[in-house]
């Protein structure tokens, strides 16, 4: 028996699907080459490169999952310049409904190749022409997300303040 939208037993589970809350960052991290925009390759479906993020842990803020989730991705270690855009189209996760804030950030360290069969890190110069040149291999809304923030971006390479704490721009 095949379950239609319209069996009781659909709509009580679609009824009592978890929204999940999500953080992911735009990220700068300054190499020898210049700024790069830090992304990951995602190897399981939805596959396609994606910002750094996941989802919220219990008991912790949206600003601490961004720092966690950009460390156990990438192996840089985070710092929040400011919180961006909420993004909540029920349609942007095909897996279900995830509401996201996205925050700008810079990251230093030293990065690692991502976490093991799930991810690759991704470095892309930070001029629209590449990333448009790609528009089709991002997974999720992320390529609108980089779109909606590119003068966010542009402030953050142009103000130089890769590296800088927070505080000294407030």
């Known amino acids: ?10 709509t009580y589970q679609k ?12 990220v700068s991290y300054k190499s020898l080459t ?24 219990q008991g912790e803020s949206l600003e601490q999952c961004v720092v966690r989730e950009g460390k156990e991705e990438t192996g ?3 710092s929040i310049v400011k919180q961006l855009k909420t993004y909540s189209d029920p349609s942007r996760d095909p ?9 700008l950030c810079t990251a230093a360290g030293d990065f690692h190749e991502g976490e093991s069969g799930k991810t690759e890190v991704v470095f892309m ?6 990333i ?9 809304d992320h390529y609108q997300i980089i779109r909606d923030n590119w003068s966010e971006i542009q402030w ?3 103000d130089n303040i890769q590296g800088k704490p927070l505080n000294e721009f407030l």
């Open 1 to 10: 028996r095949t379950l239609q939208d319209t069996d009781p037993q659909v």
């Open 15 to 26: 009824e009592n699907e978890m929204i999940e809350c999500c953080a992911d960052a735009i």
């Open 34 to 57: 210049g700024y790069k925009l830090v992304l990951v390759r995602r190897l399981n479906d939805p596959k396609g490169l994606a910002l750094p993020g996941g989802r919220l842990d």
């Open 76 to 78: 840089l270690d985070f």
């Open 95 to 103: 897996r279900g409904q995830k509401v996201s804030t996205v925050f």
């Open 125 to 130: 110069d930070l001029n629209l022409v590449p």
């Open 132 to 140: 448009i040149r790609h528009k089709d291999d991002f997974a999720f």
């Open 156 to 158: 953050l390479i142009r």
